[in-house]
């Protein structure tokens, strides 16, 4: 008979099988012209970035530009990585990839890309990868994601050395403590860019997130609020009582801090079981544990997609309304103060903390 914890593990395995990941980049073959460009800036603390050891940990930080071609032949949230054949109408590729020497090589690139945009577009997104992610599927899901939401500054990525594999949990929740140190220098050398940040973290990539501003603010307080423009966590794996010990060495909370939620994530369901818990941050129920911290919470759990684990980045409907968030967010903060209904859903506040329910427009009446 199996044993619980292996009943477990073959339980996450099972789960996240349908999620599974590209395992190296692919080149658009030549001549091919077909789809639209999306440039990342990536900087990253794995030892190599393709091949099977793509989890082992790197002392230092390495620094890159990538140009991935987005496919013509897909729909809004898909993304799609080549195996052993290659179509460039279906595939998301690498147009080029390019080694910056330095840190202060890859800030003066991003600034001079940054400068090539309307006043208006200098702002500086990076987003944190989750659990189970590769260099690969990591990197791509960012242009997918600049792509569909049409973020008009620039994209950047912090590729943290997760396992990449369904039983590597325990790895990468060691590999995000690992990591700590090395996003909190890519924050600090982004903010150098002479723009602000928003910071997104999906996943564990939300602990790692939240655990580097905590650095930060124990180091420089109030640098968080002056820096960045925001922060977004997308169905963060997170200890309830942890992130309320995480903030509570934020003086002065970047604003909006927003967190997206679900009551049918599945992935979390599994991460709270294995941790002996009834939930975590990403499927938090009950919003008043979190009253003395100013957040926004949205429940996107009407917009639920396959595993739930990710409905930000692959329901088109979602994302229409994420497209108009911080118009969303400014709408909502501080301006409510009992239940009210709203174009997108149901809004409630409880002390310092917002919680909009969202739904899609065709739901609402």
């Known amino acids: 008979m199996l044993h619980l914890r292996s009943l477990v593990f073959v339980g996450v395995a099972a789960v ?13 073959p030549d001549g091919t012209e077909v789809g639209a460009l999306s ?23 390495e620094y890159l530009k990538l140009v991935a071609r987005i496919p013509p032949n897909r729909s809004a949230g898909e993304l799609t990585l080549p195996g052993r054949e290659i179509n460039a109408d279906e595939h998301f ?5 390019s080694k910056h020497p330095t840190a202060e090589h890859h800030i003066r690139d991003l600034r001079k890309s940054l400068m090539r945009r309307p006043a208006n577009a200098r702002e500086v997104v990076l987003f944190v990868h989750g659990y189970y992610t590769n260099f690969a599927y990591g990197v791509m899901r960012v242009a997918q994601l600049d792509h569909d939401l049409k973020y008009p500054g620039a994209v950047t990525h912090f590729s943290w050395p997760s396992a990449g594999r369904p039983l590597g949990y325990g790895y990468d929740r060691d590999s995000v403590l690992f990591s700590r140190d090395a996003l909190e220098s890519y924050i600090r050398d982004l903010a ?4 602000r940040v928003l910071l997104v973290g999906h996943s564990m990539g939300a602990q790692l997130s939240v655990e580097a501003i905590r650095q930060i603010e124990l180091k420089t307080p109030g640098w968080s609020k002056r ?28 604003e909006p801090f927003i967190i997206f939620v679900s009551d049918k994530d599945r992935v979390l369901d599994l991460s709270a079981f294995i941790t002996g818990e009834r939930e975590r941050l990403g499927n938090l129920s009950d919003a008043s544990r979190l009253s003395e911290i100013q957040v926004t919470l949205m429940d996107v759990t009407n917009f639920n997609n396959g595993l739930g684990h990710f409905n930000v980045g692959t329901s088109e409907g979602l994302m229409s309304i994420l497209r108009e968030l ?8 501080g301006n409510v103060t009992g239940g009210e209904t709203f174009r997108y859903g149901a809004v409630m506040t409880i002390q310092n903390v917002t919680s909009i329910i969202l739904s899609p427009i065709s739901a609402l009446p």
């Open 93 to 97: 590729l690498a147009q080029s990839i």
């Open 192 to 195: 150098k860019t002479g723009v």
């Open 326 to 333: 911080p118009q969303l967010d400014s709408t909502f903060a």
């Open 16 to 28: 996240l099988s349908a999620c599974s990941n590209g395992n190296s980049l692919k080149l658009v």
């Open 227 to 254: 820096n960045l423009s925001g922060v977004v966590l997308l169905s963060p794996d997170i200890d309830i009582d942890v992130f309320r010990s995480q903030t509570s060495a934020i003086a002065q909370m970047p």
């Open 39 to 61: 440039e990342v800036f990536v900087a990253t603390n794995r030892a190599q970035i393709s091949g099977p050891e793509q989890y082992v940990r790197n002392d230092s930080t």
